[in-house]
């Protein structure tokens, strides 16, 4: 329940709360960032250890850490203590808590009219509070005439961050670093791809970005980001995280350095070149590689099967090779493509996108840019022949329309089921699997192209 309230003071120091070891400046922070809502935290710091019993307090983690995978060690004292006991804290203080807390205790509000006055906390609505004063004299009064609200310390059990806390048993006193780690939700990462098509749509420039994301409620300050690109396996589950509702995102621009890049295991990492800050709520974007220009192809798509009959436009498509002789030759994330083609005056027109998958190096890009607009197909059913109750025979009339002032590169693709024969043929074709035909034909500009072909089906 939402509460307009003016002020609330604490009389208690906050900075007396928690007095165990709660050092919390970190000297090493990693982030390792995944493409579906996950992030792995690394942090490293000094702590100061005494003999025996020991409570450690790291505030500050994620607000949507998964408690099950927090690992904590001393690596420089293996041996040497035991984690007795973890707990996370999330109990975060807020308006709502702090009245419930005070619930049936002694509080002071002020007035506007500047009255101060005292008395057990019966009940806080959204618009009253109900106080019960000496004489047994109970007051309700009304929100909106109350400035502050005194309290006299923090109620046990809330705390400022969420916080991890051990009990260790150690066997060494003084200084030594502690290496912290967990998997958090609440981060991801995507690539998105400008694509720039020059005016006769076979050379391009590609550039990239890098947006990470950050809802996990917490920033992470002068971080080491790596990314993971590839679909890694996650055990279904109930959730043991603390969720956030994210807030609004704000946009930065990181450094122009681009990522060092490498295989790990059957993934590949993209390591950022310097640290840098992760704040919660925060679309960062940094450059996935430098400006590439290389050769591509336009074709236009008409695909069918079987026994279908349509007249639709045809499906544009760019396609580019990604080889280390066109210039490319690297492990794509996936991402969205967005496709530009500048005009006769130079200026950039937005012409489509596209959602490509992970791509490796040797692998063809594909994208679908849109229908067009001048380019059209029609396929009819001219004969089908029953010849029994498990063969046919079909005679299939493709015509494709070109009404453009140039001439169009056109892929006729034709997926048949069954056991197939193709008897008779207009045009030359190639297979391209048990079911898939391509017919590859260049219509000329303002005219069209008729395939035709007749096959045997037999199921």
Not at 155 to 183: C, H, M, R, V
Not at 226 to 239: C, Q
Request: net charge neutral; glycine share 6%.
């Amino acid at each position: 329940m939402h509460r307009d309230y003016k002020g609330i003071i604490l009389s208690l120091l906050l900075c007396l709360y928690l007095p165990c070891l709660a050092e919390n400046e970190f000297k090493n922070t990693q982030v390792t960032i995944y493409n579906n809502d996950l992030g792995l935290i690394f942090q490293e710091k000094e702590v100061a250890l005494s003999k025996g019993a020991n409570t450690l307090r790291i505030e500050g983690v994620s607000k949507r850490v998964r408690p099950t995978t927090v690992k904590l060690s001393f690596p420089k004292i293996t041996g040497q203590y035991q984690l007795v006991e973890q707990n996370y804290l999330y109990d975060l203080v807020n308006t709502q808590k702090i009245f419930d807390k005070y619930t049936g205790e002694n509080v002071m509000f002020r007035l506007k009219s500047d009255e101060n006055i005292s008395g057990i906390l019966m009940n806080h609505e959204k618009d009253h509070v109900i106080l019960s004063l000496p004489n047994d004299v109970i007051r309700i009064l009304a929100t909106e005439n109350i400035i502050d609200y005194e309290f006299p310390s923090l109620p046990g059990g809330l705390i400022l961050k969420p916080t991890l806390e051990w009990n260790i048993q150690s066997a060494f006193k003084g200084k030594t670093d502690a290496q912290l780690s967990y998997l958090t939700s609440g981060m991801s990462w995507n690539a998105e791809y400008i694509l720039v098509l020059n005016r006769e749509e076979n050379e391009f420039s590609l550039n990239s970005w890098i947006s990470l994301n950050n809802n996990s409620g917490t920033t992470f300050e002068n971080a080491k980001v790596k990314l993971i690109a590839g679909d890694i396996h996650r055990a279904t589950m109930g959730r043991d995280e603390y969720k956030v509702i994210p807030q609004a995102n704000i946009l930065s621009m990181a450094q122009k350095k681009v990522p060092e890049t490498r295989e790990i295991g059957d993934y590949y990492l993209y390591a950022l070149p310097n640290p840098i800050t992760l704040r919660h709520s925060e679309l960062k974007q940094v450059s996935l590689f430098d400006e590439i220009n290389g050769k591509g192809r336009k074709v236009y798509l008409f695909e069918n099967y079987s026994t279908n009959e349509i007249e639709s436009p045809l499906r544009v498509v760019f396609r580019i090779e990604n080889r280390k002789e066109n210039n490319m030759g690297m492990a794509m994330p996936k991402g969205i493509v967005r496709v530009f083609k500048r005009d006769v005056d130079e200026t950039l027109q937005f012409i489509g996108e596209d959602q490509i998958e992970h791509t490796s190096n040797k692998d063809t890009l594909r994208l679908t840019i849109g229908n067009a607009f001048d380019v059209k197909g029609k396929r009819t059913i001219i004969e089908q022949d029953r010849s029994s109750k498990n063969a046919e025979t079909i005679t299939v009339k493709i015509e494709i329309r070109n009404r453009k002032t140039t001439s169009a590169e056109v892929e006729v693709v034709e997926n048949i089921s069954g056991y197939w024969d193709i008897k008779k043929t207009s045009h030359d074709y190639q297979q391209q699997s048990s079911s898939r035909v391509l017919f590859p034909i260049t219509v000329k500009a303002d005219s069209s192209e008729t395939i035709s072909y007749t096959y045997t089906r037999r199921w």
